[in-house]
């Protein structure tokens, strides 16, 4: 009886290796209702992404400003494995949330802030508005 030749898989290492990002963007929307936390690096991949759901707030304690800072100190929390030493913040929307969420990015002393950059959309111009009612 011929032995039949056993070929041996050789598992394949995939070392996952992280990612260096020196700067990156911090996008904060406030809503009436919610705050998201969004950490980019410069060419817009997303690196994480937190809400004040994510942060065990529900409910109308989401909204609150308080729920805005922990999520932002939670995403900086989370983007600490990418090594960040500079960013550059944009912020969007109208809610009570979006000053404390600055706050709460300056929380780390080692990220410094280059820019902080208001990005709410404002309509101007815009469509012809209806016509008074006649009395």
């Known amino acids: 009886m011929a032995q039949k030749a056993v070929k041996s898989k050789k598992a394949k290492s995939t ?8 700067n990156a963007i911090v996008y904060i ?5 919610n705050t998201h936390v969004t950490v980019t690096d410069t060419q817009g991949n997303v690196l994480t992404s937190v809400s004040t ?18 999520a932002a100190k939670g995403a900086m929390e989370k983007a600490s ?28 002393n080692d990220i410094e802030i280059n820019s902080i950059t208001d990005i ?12 008074q009612r006649k009395p």
Not at 29 to 33: E, G, P, Y
Not at 54 to 70: D, H, I, L
């Open 15 to 22: 070392k996952k290796t992280k990612k260096v990002v020196k």
């Open 29 to 33: 929307k406030s809503t009436f209702n």
């Open 53 to 70: 759901g994510n942060m065990g707030f529900k409910g109308t304690r989401q909204s609150t400003p308080y729920a805005a800072e922990v």
């Open 81 to 108: 494995i990418y090594k960040i030493e500079n960013i550059k913040v944009r912020v969007k929307g109208v809610g009570a949330g979006r000053e404390q969420a600055l706050r709460g990015l300056t929380a780390n």
């Open 120 to 131: 709410t959309p404002i309509p101007h111009g815009g469509c012809r508005p209806k016509r």
